[in-house]
């Protein structure tokens, strides 16, 4: 009798501790269940914020969205067969807002007032842009070109790539838009354009076309001899970058025509970088993306981008840009201090005068009009001044009691007036 009761507690105590055991398992799956339901919602409904915001953004504000061009039969021929653009109206511009200085890392109250300030000249930047490209029909020479397009669809972005300036920020920015958290980032050893494309792979043109008129589209320039020379100093100077070896080996044999000592015994010098540039481009052969000019590389003309920030200005205009799609809580304060820094001094310019002084010193009023003439729609399109530069080359007067075989060189005053 007694063993029956002690059998029957023993089972009792067994089923006991077995519904315990699922009941917690139980608690513990709806409570995993309904945290996972409250994260996902979450992000519906900051996705749905962000949508809403950047639609109500393309319906009113016309300042930086401009209409879409005409004549250019190449484009209209294509996004004819597309879906119609988002109507775009003016919007309201503040006047006697000037010099406003914004940051990646906001220590203000961004205002009304500020964005459309900012938004004001970069409605003056599109217009400038749309007439150069009218005045030469240069949307007809330079039909688009996707290669170097970035498009992220879920955050209604798209970015042309302009190497050599700043980037590799804005590859930053992308590769967290991409899933990478910001520790991986800033420990990789990878290259960050490779991660990206990982990510962001190179669109096909008829894709590029049809997201245009429905993403916010943008592409960051920088003085045009201020990007060739960066290309140079990073790539052939110190030929320390193994890919580029091989060309400084080329360009060496082919121009130089004197033995150099020093440093610059085994690499090219700017000057010789520079007659390389000049026979690529008569002899009509591509260039590398780090000195390919903007206008065959980006194709402004053929492609209405919404926003074109400067470096000059590239703090202020990557915070508008991130503050328009919506993205503050993804990408503000979220750029390293080295990176920071780095962007602060070349948006300054002093050591940049300086090295500009330095290696344009080392050409001649002949070749410096060739290197303007391959460049010279950069110059144009984005109102960025060449003259300047000729107070730091090498006066012909001078290069003609060295060398009297010196073709004549080409007025600037007639500079603007000539077609490439």
Known sequence: MQQNSFLSITMHIRMYMWYDRHIQGSIKLIIFLLVAVFYVTFLCRESQTAYELNKVKAESSGVVHLQPQTGSKFLNLIQSKLKPPIPKLDSVELPGINNVIT????????????????????????????????RYQLQFVYPPNPREFFISHGHSLIWCNVFKAAS??????????????????????????????????????????????????FLFVRDPFERIVSGYRNKLEDCKNSYYKS???????????????????????????????????????????????????????SIEFNIIG???????????????????????????????????????????????????????????????????????????????????????????????????????????????
């Open 168 to 217: 590799s920020t804005w590859l930053y920015y992308f590769n967290i838009l991409g899933g990478y958290n910001v520790k991986f980032l800033q420990q990789i050893v990878y290259q960050p354009l490779e991660l990206a494309r990982k990510r962001f792979p190179r669109p096909e043109l008829p894709e590029l076309l049809e997201s245009l008129p429905y993403l916010l589209s």
């Open 103 to 134: 940051t990646f890392n906001p220590v203000y109250e961004y205002s009304e007032e500020i964005h459309a300030a900012i938004e004001k000249e970069l409605k003056q930047r599109n217009l400038h842009l749309r007439e150069v490209c009218e």
């Open 310 to 420: 400067k470096l000059e200005t590239f703090a202020r205009d990557s915070e508008f840009i991130i503050r328009e799609a919506g993205l503050e809580y993804l990408l503000l304060d979220k750029l390293p201090k080295n990176k920071l820094s780095r962007i602060g001094n070349l948006a300054k310019g002093g050591k940049t005068n300086i090295l500009m002084k330095i290696y344009l010193s080392e050409i001649n009023r002949t070749t410096f009009d060739q290197l303007l003439n391959i460049y010279r729609w950069d110059f144009e399109l984005f109102d960025y001044d060449f003259k300047k530069y000729y107070d730091y080359i090498i006066p012909d007067v001078v290069e003609d009691a060295k060398n009297a075989t010196l073709k004549p060189t080409m007025d600037v005053k007639n500079y603007t007036a000539t077609k490439m």
């Open 247 to 301: 060309l400084a080996k080329r360009i060496i044999k082919r121009f130089r025509k004197h033995p150099i000592a020093g440093r610059t015994k085994k690499c090219p010098t700017f000057q010789e970088f520079v007659q390389y540039l000049i026979e690529q481009h008569k002899q009509g052969k591509p260039f590398d993306e780090h000195w390919a000019p903007i206008y065959s590389f980006c194709t402004p003309c």
